[in-house]
């Protein structure tokens, strides 16, 4: 007996409410999704080994959920490996990019308030030079997509 299971992409739902705060919760309303693009972001990960390998070890089912998620919301992108047709790329979107910000500040307020291992050079340049680090990383990641 032969079965076919055909998988259907989830569509993408609409935001419960029209406030701005609202819409980012329900799209990073998880510490994982917001783990996954600062692994894109700052650590330069891009493939579901090296987000499964990060310290906050996250299950395989809830990575593959949240990558997926993010996808379909267009925040990253999914394409075959170049160098291995079996394995995936992730990177930033646009979209995604224009998270760089929002991380930063996220960054700065926890080593402020938090013990964290964060570089201190790197904090001291997000604090004193905030625009050429976002142009930085978002150049990085720009220059990197393939």
């Not at 055909?6 to 409410?17: E, G, L, N």
């Not at 379909?72 to 998270?99: C, E, F, M, N, W």
């Amino acid at each position: 007996m032969c079965m076919l299971i055909f998988m259907t992409k989830r569509p993408v739902t609409p935001c419960r409410s029209d406030c701005p705060l609202n819409a980012f919760v329900e799209r990073f309303g998880d510490r994982w999704s917001l783990l996954i693009v600062r692994d894109l972001m700052f650590n330069k990960q891009h493939e579901f080994k090296d987000f499964l390998a990060a310290n906050e070890g996250i299950a395989t089912n809830v990575l593959t959920d949240r990558l997926q998620r993010l996808v379909q919301h267009g925040i990253i992108t999914k394409a075959a490996h170049p160098s291995d047709a079996r394995k995936v790329v992730y990177r930033l979107s646009d979209k995604g990019l224009d998270l760089a910000p929002v991380l930063m500040e996220m960054v700065i307020w926890a080593t402020k308030h938090e013990k964290t291992v964060a570089p201190a050079s790197m904090v001291r340049r997000m604090l004193h030079d905030r625009p050429s680090f976002i142009a930085d990383i978002q150049a990085y990641h720009r220059a990197n997509r393939s």
